[in-house]
């Protein structure tokens, strides 16, 4: 009887997206090393790699409706892991934020990166338990103090990037929508009002204004990221260069963290418009198998939480690549499944391993 739900467990799994996602990683691997040869972040990316794909296993051949039982242990560890961060002595402050965690034995990781995980199970345990229908007051008050409290926590570290994403992460899609427009709307006065009162510091001012007037802004001081970026992709053009290591400004030192914030810089100028297209059209069709697994969970928990994972994904793939090409100001969000960093990755494939869950499961009444 094991034998048969063995083979019955191979043939459902989903291959394509996890080739997929080994391919992207496989793909950054590369680029990693092309932007730090000299040193062995490449070789920590694959044993990273490794570690990731047994977390991706176990978690994929798990039952997720176990998972999600357990959302509120997995929350509750979250939250905890993020108060650590902000205890002295605990927290390791890196690039001017305290988001790492250095603990006896397992060493130094970011814990924003993993409460992603366990703030979305905890909604799709606690909205997939109603019923259909408008939410009461109260209801919809809960759900955003379920969201509310890792994302305050974040900040205060501060990493406002990874406080997006976790946002943006746990709330529908078309809210989503509905909040990008009225931003986009709302944006200059509450830049405005954020100047006069003081609300916006500033350094975060002239992140802002390397945005909106390029020209004006000091190329040595924060316009310097953006505009050593934008250099960097241009140089790539149609099929990247050619090994001419005088001409690479990730290897000459000028773009900065070009393993992690930049990667996508790096593909650009390595493998130019077509490198980046290829990876593009990679992240679309795992993407699409995300949502695929959405459709047929056979239940709502399971839904939402995909959803909510490639939700994630989406918005986090959109800012990364949007800080790059100077659309965006910088604030440090990582390019999934591409830039250096065992936290990003494992937290990544835990996720892709609960969609396999979900998608494995689906006739599973």
Known sequence: MSAIIEKRDLRDFDWLTTVLAIAIV??????????????????????????????FLVVGFSDYRRIIDAAPIFYGFGLLLLILVLVPGLGVKVNGQTAWLKLPIIGQFQPSEFVKIPVVLMLAKYFGARKAGSLSIVEFLIGVAILAVPVGLIMLEPDAGLAVVLFLSGIKIRYVVITIVAGMILAPAAYWVGVKTGKIKGYQQERINVILDPESADPRGFA????????????????????????????????????????????????GFVGCISLLLAYAILLSRLIAGAREAPDRAGMLVIMAIAGGMTFQIFMNMGMVLGFLPVIGVPLPLMSAGLSAILSTFIAIGFVISVKMRRFVN
């Not at 990693?32 to 794909?53: R, V």
Request: glycine letters at 8%; proline letters at 4%; aromatic letters at 12%.
């Open 224 to 271: 310097y990221h953006t505009i050593q970026s934008m250099i960097t992709v241009g140089k790539g053009g149609l099929t990247g260069i050619r090994g001419d290591l005088e001409t690479s400004q990730a290897k000459l030192k000028f773009l900065p963290e070009p393993q992690t914030d930049f990667i996508f810089a790096v593909t650009a100028e390595n493998t």
């Open 26 to 55: 496989s793909f950054g691997v590369w680029q990693i090393y092309n932007a730090t040869p000299t040193e062995n972040i490449w070789s920590k990316q694959i044993f990273g790699l490794c570690i990731a794909l047994v977390a």
